[in-house]
């Protein structure tokens, strides 16, 4: 999975260069109110030109605390998510995909998560992938969420 991530990547940011030759515009982002990724290897976005790309963020609070529940830790990640989003300037009308991750994913599960989503997004559902998963990075994580988002409203819309 991880070297699949890294190709994405690499495509997207060729892909994205403003012309045949040109590196992209790489900025990094890490808002305050967030916990410090560095330690850990990664940055919380990135914006490549007009998008955002946000790293998966999980229930864990700015100190680190991770609730129990399920549905406790889509709402904060969905909270991590909009502060992500501040950061680089975006509103969750602007995110065009998400990709979503599930430690042993049910319908219970799947109702919460739809609960949070609506709660967040409204009637703007961006496109998503669910993904179960038999455990994700920290010891009792149930739930992540990365995303990208476009940066330009205008471009959104079309």
Same mark, same amino acid.
């Given at each position: 999975? +991880? ?11 060729? /892909?994205?260069?403003? /012309?045949?030759? *040109?590196?992209? *515009? ?11 990724? @560095? ?15 946000? %790293?998966?963020?999980?229930? $864990? /609070? ?8 399920? $549905? @406790? ?10 502060? @992500?989003?501040?950061? #680089?300037?975006?509103?969750? $009308? ?8 599930? #430690?042993?994913?049910?319908? #219970? +599960?799947?109702? %919460?998560? /739809?609960?949070?989503? +609506? ?24 739930? *992540? #969420? ?5 940066? +330009?409203?205008?471009?959104? @819309?079309?």
């Amino acid at each position: 999975m +991880k070297h699949l991530i890294q190709t994405v990547g690499a495509i997207a940011m060729l /892909t994205f260069a403003t /012309t045949p030759g *040109e590196a992209a *515009e790489i900025r990094t982002v890490n808002p305050d109110g967030l916990y410090d990724p @560095a330690p850990n290897g990664y940055s919380h976005a990135m914006i490549v030109n007009d998008l955002a790309f946000i %790293a998966g963020q999980g229930g $864990e /609070t700015e100190t680190g605390d991770l609730a129990p529940e399920f $549905e @406790a830790q889509v709402a904060q990640a969905y909270r991590n998510l909009a502060v @992500a989003l501040d950061g #680089v300037g975006a509103r969750p $009308e602007q995110v065009v995909r998400l990709t979503t991750y599930v #430690v042993d994913h049910d319908q #219970v +599960k799947l109702a %919460a998560l /739809t609960r949070q989503l +609506k709660a967040v997004f409204g009637s703007h559902l961006p496109t998503q992938t669910l993904v179960p998963v038999p455990r994700l990075a920290l010891d009792g994580m149930l739930f *992540e #969420v990365d995303a990208i988002a476009v940066l +330009k409203s205008e471009d959104a @819309a079309r």
